[in-house]
């Protein structure tokens, strides 16, 4: 009887505690701030999509709508297959063993495979001499923020490396090409925008190779035309400055540094220092019109540019301005023809076409090639119509 005196003390205070421990239950309750919803977005999308019973039966929706359905779709011609193959390998690694860089890369070029993959069933040799790449020089960091490009920006980009031109020079030269693209940044920075730079590095591969012709696609450089007169007349086989886009669309596609007019200049200024060609490129599906395109086209051959090329305007991220329009393979073809009548050179016209462009610059190649094999002709025949003449009299 004396052991259960304790139990009776112990099951009172527990009773006791449990009622003290009730009794002390909080006075308020926690809330969120903003109510919760009550069903999330998926959440509703699911409800109004098909129901299990409509998937086990015949009655299936022809297609269900996700994502954003505000913006066009990427139709099947501007797909590409992710780039493969021994010739794409090869290049990629010759170019991190050179450590050069390429726009290719930079700009998120949807053509990489097809520039890079050389032919089919070649040898490494022939594979690399069928390859073609653009070599960005002066860094990778430009001084403008065009709504259209991926390369990274800033104000003050790393200084230039004086030992590019001479090594580039030396890596293009050991490459085995036989048509190179140089191209830059552009450097606001530089009092001369990069133009002696550009220029001795051009200087160095003709040095090195004079065999390899040379193609420079150059910015504006801020408007000064001795500066494009300067890389005009380092040596280089073609002149290479693009528009872009159409006169009244430049303010909201390029960098607000960036005219039409002065874009105009600088091909105008490359053709009086005596380029034999000189080349430029349009985005089309960014909110131009055909008057716009025929006026850019005219102002073009009113300068004599040589080559032209249409390509889809294609957003590299969701930071850069929206695509207005999927341009049809057909209208393509229709500017192509309407290029080549007014005069063009040469017209590369399509979805996937970009400035630099493999079957483009093989035009050009045989075109120049052409053109030195028949300037040597008439050398030669100049010459002996004067020994001729030397020796009748």
Same mark, same amino acid.
Request: net charge positive; with cysteine.
């Given at each position: ?89 090869k290049i990629k690694k010759d170019l991190r063993g050179l450590k050069l860089h390429t726009v290719c890369e930079e700009a998120r070029c949807p053509n990489i495979g097809d520039c890079w993959g050389g032919k089919e069933g070649a040898s490494e040799e022939e594979g690399r001499r069928a390859a073609t790449a653009t070599i960005m020089l002066m860094g990778d960091t ?8 991926? /390369?990274? @920006? %800033?104000?003050?980009?790393?200084? +230039? ?5 001479? #090594?580039? !020079? =030396?890596? *293009? ?7 190179? /693209?140089? @191209? %830059?940044?552009?450097?606001?920075? +530089? ?5 002696? #730079?550009? !220029? =001795?590095? *051009? ?23 001795? #500066? ?166």
């Amino acid at each position: 009887m004396q052991m259960a005196q304790p139990r009776t003390a112990v099951s009172s205070l527990l009773r006791s505690s449990s009622s003290r421990i009730i009794l002390a239950s909080p006075s308020h309750v926690r809330c969120l701030a903003t109510p919760a919803s009550t069903q999330s977005t998926f959440s509703r999308t699911l409800d109004d999509g098909p129901s299990f019973d409509e998937f086990v039966s015949d009655n299936v929706p022809e297609k269900v709508i996700l994502g954003n359905t505000s913006q066009p779709r990427l139709p099947s011609f501007l797909k590409t297959s992710i780039p493969t193959g021994s010739s794409f390998t090869k290049i990629k690694k010759d170019l991190r063993g050179l450590k050069l860089h390429t726009v290719c890369e930079e700009a998120r070029c949807p053509n990489i495979g097809d520039c890079w993959g050389g032919k089919e069933g070649a040898s490494e040799e022939e594979g690399r001499r069928a390859a073609t790449a653009t070599i960005m020089l002066m860094g990778d960091t430009c001084t403008r923020g065009c709504r259209f490009c991926s /390369v990274k @920006t %800033s104000r003050a980009p790393p200084p +230039l490396d004086p030992h590019e031109p001479e #090594h580039t !020079a =030396e890596a *293009i030269s050991r490459w085995g090409l036989g048509y190179i /693209v140089l @191209t %830059s940044v552009d450097r606001d920075d +530089l009092v001369d925008g990069g133009a002696h #730079h550009f !220029a =001795e590095t *051009i200087q160095k591969i003709k040095q090195k190779a004079p065999h390899i012709l040379v193609e420079a696609l150059t910015g504006d450089f801020a408007g000064n035309l001795e #500066h494009v007169s300067l890389v005009a007349k380092s040596g280089l086989d073609v002149y290479a400055h693009n528009i872009e886009t159409v006169e009244t669309l430049t303010p909201f596609v390029r960098d607000r540094r960036a005219t039409f007019r002065q874009s105009i200049a600088v091909l105008q200024r490359a053709k009086q220092e005596g380029v034999r060609v000189t080349k430029t490129s349009m985005m089309l599906g960014v909110g131009e019109n055909e008057e716009q395109v025929m006026d850019a086209l005219r102002e073009l051959r009113k300068v004599d540019v040589d080559v032209v090329t249409f390509g889809q305007y294609m957003r590299p991220t969701k930071r850069h301005m929206k695509v207005d329009r999927y341009v049809e393979p057909a209208e393509f073809d229709k500017w192509k023809q309407v290029a080549e009548d007014m005069g063009f050179l040469y017209v590369a016209s399509g979805p996937l076409v970009r400035s630099s462009y493999k079957a483009g610059e093989f035009f050009i190649e045989n075109v120049l090639r052409g053109k030195a094999a028949e300037r040597k002709t008439k050398t030669l025949i100049a010459d002996r119509s004067l020994d001729t003449r030397s020796l009748s009299s």
